[in-house]
């Protein structure tokens, strides 16, 4: 996964993406090509999930049990594989969050000394 | 998921993915065509954007892999289908490997052997052994085995013992011994050692117990004994009811009290017996005084250094208790000690015992290392040959790689598959060059003789070091020959290949051939040069002249006093030996010696000779006492004065002959002068007469030029005491008219219908002694010109591999220049170029090193000399002519190509 953008590609933190499939999938169950809609959309095109890293990152959520995968047809009648989060999931996703969330605030700080607010 | 359906359900989650992917991908191309495009475009963008699936799958699976391990897998299965394919290939490769490594793998037995191995005891690196360096030495010294400066007396052991930097110090000794049980009479080897010999090294007995201190005791009352678990098995019949029985040493009554495991231990060689120190009167006597007499020379020290102590702290303490030693002993042992200054200079070190007592290294140490060297060089010359088999291969599957490389196998996967199945070959080949190792070591040991110490290294098990090497030689050199065409078989041009011709990969590898090819000659040049000064300083050996009759000559040893016989009986069994012999049919003359011939023991003491003042620096002649007739029946000359006659063979009577390099030393060569003069041994005034001179004869050594002064006296009289009387072992000389093994029966039926409780070694030709001297050498000579053909086959197959593969590979242009007008001839002459430049290149870089390599030959070892020039001479004929061999056939194949077919078959 990177950042779009002409110059500014960059590629995000380990376990960035799976953070983003995992909260995805907490809205609303998906399947692969959904997915990568959704996060696109929900970052107003500034994040483009590669098929490249976005197969081998829900095999690693597959067999860490955070998610499960189920075939069923899909909104435009295909067979498709979809993935749904696990308890297990659900409680990952939180600890990431909040793990990110003082990062970010680090960061942040580290970044904006005078503005930092919360 | 468990591992168990992770693994059998492998192919389940693999089709899922790809099903997924594929979806996916339509839903893409889809969406491509919304925006307007073409269904084909659509198609291609949406390929472009997914990437490269089957990379994408690779990762996605991974995550259910062992992630590497499985691919390995795979390659594996997948190289060993291929080997399977090309059985020729396959075949040549694991046969090379396999000799390579078989000999890698022999040698190395023996390398670990006489350089590396450690002794099999508890914390061995904690054994030291102790060393003296000194500027004057007197006394007596007995040696058996290992350096002499690693011989001390007992006083000496016992002033060192109690210290603080070892936590125990024990002595041992070897020595001969007779053995009789109720069954058997026989001769074993025996250890004297200290009561707590076996606490220092810290063994447990197998049976019964082991020695301690309070065993160490001549008045003990009952002497007791250890016997080694070898011996007990193969001798005894592993009969535990002779514990606690008594048996005799010598005739000398001792009580077996334990069994024990001493396998490969001190100096490695098989002791039977293990007995105290303090009884060697009991059992040998007649040594002088070996107990209290502090220039009585004649045991190893080994100590367990104290925890925490390291070799330095315990030297520098050792050193201060060794040196008032030798201030107090100068006291007490004033008029013995010459020189009393040459006395103090001595240091003593603490050398690493773990490996015990090197009964090889200083021999053999040397020889085995070029061996093994030679041996590592081969197996280079092996890694070159496959390397030119791989790249030759790797280029006619150029197409599959292209295949591989363009359906999505990353440069990584190709690089690893290549390299696994060259592990795949190494590994086939060390567990073939395994066995093939152990099979020459095998052979190896059946051919050399019992008697010659090699016999003990090549003798040496099999253990998981040797395992351990062979397969850690098939990986290093499968890596080593692999690498490079691994390296060419990631280096595909995609387009190139798949459109028509392989072309650049075809370039980088006829370099890498053309190098490794140069790189062999020059090797194999350097392996003959060496096998070339082995075989010379063999042939050189052969033909040393010894000084005395070799031919016709028949030699066996007796020692009567080993028995306990009174010196009188002794003296008088030796007499019947010595008539009984002489009336044996075809028999001229028997003679005998104190010492054999050429047998490696010398032994000696100062001397004082008239008109000569002593100085530090005067040699100690070496000693032999020798029976009358003796130069005569051996066919050395006199060069002026008599020989001893029955008259001299009485105790006390004074006479001495001395040889050519006595007089040269103490008389400036004048024969004369030394007729008139006299020797006197030990601090005696000189008093005994010279009454002969004989020249310089090997006495006791073949390879080494003889050059110590010797001294030969009327056998009766012991050289090492002077003036003591004593019955001594006797070495006979028997000379025949006729083939001198035939009297080996006869001769020893006779000594048992003397005493049928004598001990007999079986009797040898003196060229047979000879011939089992030389045997070592004749070995080394023998491996490393079988090295160094090997490497020369090697180097031509290495050749004519490459020559064969271009001729096939320019076909083309061959058939092209051939319509053109080329005839045969030129077409050869075009082969014969692409050898001139490689052979050229590699002859100049080889005699560089070859002369590199006979410089650090006989630089290291000066028992070796340089070869005549013209020996090289021929040695680089020999190797042109295998390279003109080689180059011939492939030079006729172009020669022979039909220009029609070759332009046809593209």
Redesign the interface.
Same mark, same amino acid.
């Given at each position: 996964m990177a950042l779009t953008g002409k110059n500014t590609a960059r590629d995000l933190f380990p376990g960035a993406l799976e953070m983003m499939i995992l909260e995805s999938l907490r809205r609303q169950p998906a399947?692969?090509?959904a997915l990568v809609q959704h996060i696109q959309q929900r970052s107003n095109n500034l994040l483009q999930v590669?098929?490249?890293s976005l197969?081998?990152a829900?095999?690693?959520l597959?067999?860490d049990k955070l998610v499960k995968a189920e075939w069923g047809i899909s909104a435009?009648n295909?067979?498709?594989?979809t993935y749904t989060i696990t308890a297990a999931g659900l409680r990952h996703l939180e600890k990431e969050i909040s793990s990110f969330e003082r990062m970010f605030e680090g960061i942040s700080l580290v970044l904006n000394p005078g503005r930092a607010t919360s | &998921?468990n591992w168990f359906r992770r693994i059998f359900h492998r192919e389940d989650i693999a089709q899922?993915?790809a099903?997924? &992917?594929r %979806?996916?991908l339509?839903?893409?191309i889809?969406a491509f065509e919304r925006e307007g495009m073409s269904r084909d475009e659509a198609g291609q963008a949406a390929r472009r954007?997914?990437?490269?699936t089957t %990379?994408?799958?690779e990762?996605?699976?991974?995550?259910?892999q062992w992630p590497r391990i499985e691919n390995i897998w795979t390659d594996a299965k997948y190289a060993l289908r291929q080997l399977r394919n090309a059985p020729a290939f396959a075949a040549t490769a694991i046969l090379t490997l396999a000799l390579g490594i078989g000999v890698n793998t022999s040698i190395f037995t023996v390398f670990q052997q006489v350089l590396l191995k450690t002794m099999p005891v508890h914390r061995a690196e904690e054994l030291v052994l102790l060393e003296e360096h000194s500027r004057f030495e007197t006394g007596t010294l007995n040696a058996y085995a290992g350096s002499q400066k690693q011989y001390f007396s007992y006083p000496a052991y016992e002033a060192m013992r109690s210290n603080r930097v070892t936590s125990d110090m024990a002595v041992s000794a070897l020595s001969p011994v007779v053995l009789t049980t109720h069954k058997l009479t026989e001769r074993a080897d025996m250890q004297f050692v200290s009561g707590n010999y076996f606490d220092v090294l810290a063994l447990q007995p197998l049976l019964g117990r082991l020695l301690t201190p309070a065993d160490n005791r001549l008045h003990a009352g009952n002497p007791v004994a250890v016997v080694s678990e070898a011996y007990w098995r193969a001798h005894l019949g592993a009969d535990a009811s002779l514990l606690n029985q008594t048996i005799l040493l010598n005739n000398a009554p001792v009580t077996l009290i334990g069994i024990v495991c001493h396998q490969g231990l001190m100096d490695g060689r098989p002791v039977a017996f293990f007995v105290p120190v303090a009884i060697r009167q009991l059992i040998s006597p007649g040594h002088g005084d070996p107990m209290s007499d502090p220039l009585n020379v004649w045991l190893n020290i080994v100590a367990r250094l104290a925890p925490g102590v390291t070799r330095t702290q315990a030297e520098s303490q050792l050193n201060t208790l060794w040196w008032n030693w030798r201030r107090d002993t100068l006291s007490i042992e004033k008029d013995e000690i010459g020189d009393r200054t040459g006395w103090l200079q001595t240091h003593l070190s603490v050398v690493k015992g773990s490996r015990g007592i090197s009964i090889f290294e200083e021999d053999f140490g040397q020889p085995v290392a070029v061996l093994q060297t030679m041996a590592v060089i081969v197996l280079l010359i092996v890694c070159g040959n496959i390397a030119n088999l791989l790249l030759a291969r790797a280029i006619r599957r150029h197409s599959e790689l292209a295949m591989r490389a363009a359906l999505g196998a990353s440069r990584q996967r190709i690089f690893q598959q290549v390299i696994i199945e060259g592990l795949i070959l190494g590994l086939i080949g060390a567990a073939c060059g395994l066995p093939l190792g152990l099979l020459t070591l095998r052979l190896l040991l059946q051919a050399t003789p019992e008697t010659d110490v090699l016999h003990l290294a090549l003798a040496s098990h099999i253990d998981w070091r040797i395992v351990a090497f062979s397969i850690a030689a098939g990986i290093l050199t499968s890596v080593l020959f692999s690498i490079g065409p691994a390296v060419l078989s990631t280096r595909i041009d995609l387009q190139q290949s798949l459109h028509g011709r392989s072309g650049a990969a075809t370039a980088g590898s006829s370099n890498l051939r053309s190098v490794l090819v140069v790189a062999q000659i020059a090797l194999s040049l350097g392996l003959m040069a060496s096998a070339t000064i082995f075989a010379c300083n063999l042939y050189r050996l052969r033909n040393i002249k010894p000084g005395f009759a070799t031919s016709h000559v028949l030699t066996f040893f007796v020692d009567a006093m080993e028995q306990g016989r009174s010196a009188a009986v002794a003296k008088q069994e030796y007499e019947d030996i010595v008539a009984g012999v002489k009336r044996l049919p075809g028999v001229t003359s028997v003679v005998y010696a104190q010492r054999g011939l050429i047998s490696g023991n010398e032994g000696g003491s100062n001397v004082s000779v008239t008109g000569h003042v002593n100085i530090p620096q005067d040699p100690f002649p070496d000693a032999n006492a020798i029976g009358p007739g003796f130069f005569s029946a051996m066919e050395v000359p006199l060069l002026a004065g008599r020989e001893f006659t029955e008259a001299d063979a009485v105790p006390d009577h004074k006479a001495v002959i001395v040889d050519e390099a006595f007089v040269r030393y103490f008389f400036g060569g004048d024969i004369q002068r030394a007729l008139r003069g006299s020797v006197g041994f030990g601090s005696h005034k000189p008093d005994i007469p010279i009454v002969g001179v004989i020249p310089t004869i090997h006495a006791t050594n073949l390879a080494k030029d003889p050059w110590t002064p010797f001294v030969y006296i009327p056998w009766t009289v012991s050289p090492d005491l002077g003036t003591h009387t004593r019955e001594l072992p006797l070495n006979f000389y028997v000379r025949t008219t006729g083939d001198p093994k035939e009297l080996t029966n006869s001769v020893r039926a006779l000594i048992h219908s003397i005493d049928s409780s004598l001990p007999i070694d079986e009797p040898e030709t003196m060229q047979e002694h000879i011939g089992d001297l030389l045997f070592s050498q004749k070995l080394i000579t023998m491996l490393s010109a079988a090295m160094g053909s090997l490497a020369l086959l090697l180097a031509a197959i290495g050749l004519y591999g490459v020559l064969a593969f271009s001729v096939t590979q320019r076909t083309r242009e061959i058939g092209i220049r051939m319509a053109l007008g080329a005839d045969r001839r030129s077409v050869s002459a075009l082969v014969c170029r692409q050898v001139a430049t490689l052979v050229a290149a590699g002859s100049v870089i080889g005699s560089l090193i070859a002369w590199a390599a006979v410089r650090t030959l006989i630089s290291r070892d000066k028992d070796l000399a340089n070869a005549p020039w013209w020996l090289f001479c021929i040695t680089g004929a020999v190797m042109l002519l295998a390279i003109a061999v080689a180059t011939m056939l492939p030079a006729r194949r172009a020669a022979w190509i039909d220009p029609m077919k070759a332009l046809r078959a593209e």
């Open positions: 399947h692969g090509y590669e098929e490249g197969y081998p829900l095999q690693r597959l067999k435009t295909r067979r498709v594989r | &998921m899922e993915l099903e997924e &992917m %979806v996916h339509e839903e893409k889809e954007a997914f990437g490269n %990379v994408i799958a990762r996605s699976r991974e995550t259910w």
